[in-house]
């Protein structure tokens, strides 16, 4: 079989697609040619390092979402939406207890953390729920054994607190939140234990205070507490 030759007509069509000044037989114009097929070539090999190289280029390794803070956080923030953000972490990498975006709000640090930082279980705790206690109150703890009435009272009662100094009271029918008598080392209950959680406004927290202090101190006083019958 007779090979096949590109017809010097193709050819000439294909000059006719370049420049007035790359076309014709003169050495400038052939110059060009030459230098446009060697500048064709070079970008042609460069395509081809870059497909080769992707193709056997190991992947990114595989990552998984994590929460971190987006500022400085003090211990006892209690977490919001805007303290949390996501940030694509090494799955291979050990992080127990990560804490997703959608369950930190809320949440309350249990020590400061970092810009940056990574939020897991160890670090937050929930929220206390103190839904029953009145805007603008605090929880205060009583010593039952001062209120002679430990096994007694339990939550939902009211009480008055009374100053035994001056014979007032320095709450009237505050809430009992709750009783709790923890066991001695014995496992036996004891009295001298036993804590009242009241909840009461500032003000009458810090006369309680006053108020047990004398009583510790020696000076007369202290507090007793009196109990709503029908709560």
Known sequence: MRARTRSPRSGR???RLLPDTWQGPSRQARWRRSRARRVL???LLAVTVVCVVGAV???DPPTREVSVATHDLAAGHRLTASDVRQVRW????ALPG???SSAAPGRVLVAPIGAGEAITASR???ARAWTNVPAGHVVVSVPAERAGLAGVLQAGDRVDVIDTAKGTPVADAALVLAAVQPPTADGTMSDRS????LAMSAGEARAM????GAGSAGVGGGIQLALHPNG
């Open 209 to 212: 205070s006053a108020a047990q």
């Open 41 to 43: 070539a070079g970008l």
């Open 194 to 197: 036993a804590q009242v959680l």
């Open 90 to 93: 090494p799955a291979a990498a």
């Open 124 to 126: 937050v705790r929930p």
């Open 98 to 100: 990560a804490v997703t």
């Open 57 to 59: 280029r190991p992947g």
């Open 13 to 15: 069509s294909l000059e």
